[in-house]
């Protein structure tokens, strides 16, 4: 099914406009401001029985009142109006229609069920697509379409898909903060008509789109997604958030989007069988996301630790096997060479490596850890690194301009490790030390080096691509 005009329309309406000074997001000037900023190249149509003039644009008092085609219809009027307009859509040709209103089938009133069916029913009898209701719509930087006039300006690789407005603008604020940016994202509410498969099957063919992403809380066609689940994940990685995994999360679903959750346990089995990432936070999608997009899939579950002392190094050993993965002895051979020039006092070498102040670039220990990554490049018994940085200890005791040398150090042990390294940038009980991560992060993005907020959830991230890595080559050994 062709979707390009609901990304790419030549123009559209918004229907639902106001004159007023006093706007929020649900008054569909937020759409009109949005699009100013991403430099929507068509024509703009508000629509409004009074206004003559809304943001600088001519009004119209009816849809059909407006000459030529319209490629995309945004609706934001109340629930009690959608139905008259969804015959001016139909009358006037609109390709695509976006519903924002919410109080239909998510109620689970009988009356409001059938106001969303004749809306569906109309829709479908004229021609028109639909894409919610109770749903924000679409972004889509390239096309000039947002619903916001925070989102990011420049386009990504990221095509998402959301069956919640909210969640689906907090991941694309909190993951541009991460680097990420996005090709085209949907939040489709309740499914009317367009489904989490129609979605899937346009980005898994979208150029644009490198890497997939979805929030959703329960799929109509189940049978439909997972068989283009299957076909799109060895080409594409498809990263999926459910909601509704317990009994009340499946009742808050099906009030927040009348999606029926469905069972976790069948879940859990069809995403190891369609080959989905399936994660459990929003935390976990976006950096998974990032991981995807920066590092190679490791090759093994056997990780060296750098960074850590006493109890910490026991911790993350602990959160590490918890995660299927595993922190082995290194080689003899590593060992002996380390032992070279790493003082046994006050540092150990085994594995997780505690051996920070020799990896801080001063004096004689320039070069300790590029030596250091070399060793464990070499080391048949390693296949990726957590590197559990400090820099706000090594700013603290060594002032800002170590802190950069230590910084680049660990961009050139990347560049020369061969292997994925995932940096854990834990958070600090300090304010200012956290304003000081905030622009250690922003700094490594500017590398285009994903860092990780903790640990945990870099040895979470590392076993996500570790299993979607060995679900690839499985696929490929059944070709």
Known sequence: MELGRLFHPRNFAVIGATPKKQWTWSSGNAWIAGSFRLGFQGAIYPVHPEAEIILGLKAYASLLDIPGEIDLAIVTVPLTSTLQVMKDCVRKGVQFVHILAAGFSETGKKEYVEIEQNLMDTAKKGGVRIIGPNCMGVYCPEGGLSWSETFPTHTGPIGLFSQSGQLAHIIIEKGSQQGLYYSKVI???NAGDLEAHDFLNYLAQDEKTEIIAAYLEGIKDGRAFFESAKRITSKKPLVIWKGGQTQGGTRAAQSHTAAIAGSQTIWN???KQAGI?????MEELIFTIRGLQCLSLPKGIKIAVLGGAGGGSVTMTDYAEKEGL???????????????FVALEGNSIKNPL????ITVPTGAEKENMIRIAELLRDDSNID??????????????????TMYQYLKLSIEVMNLFEKPLFIALPK?????????LREVRSWYNDY???????????ARILANMKRYGDYLAYSKSRV
């Not at 990432?277 to 936070?281: A, K, L």
């Not at 600090?428 to 000081?436: A, H, S, Y």
């Not at 285009?448 to 870099?458: E, G, S």
Request: proline content about 9%.
């Open 187 to 189: 939040s489709f509410g």
């Open 269 to 271: 089995v069809m995403c």
């Open 326 to 340: 595993q922190v082995p002895h290194l080689t003899d051979e590593t060992i002996r060479k380390m032992e070279e």
């Open 277 to 281: 990432i399936n994660v459990q936070t």
């Open 448 to 458: 285009d080096v994903p860092t990780f907020p903790d640990f945990r959830l870099a």
């Open 354 to 357: 505690d051996i920070l102040p």
């Open 428 to 436: 600090e009980d300090d304010v200012k030390k956290d304003i000081l």
């Open 384 to 401: 990726a690194m957590i590197f559990n940085a400090s820099p706000a200890w090594v700013f603290d005791i060594y002032g800002r301009p």
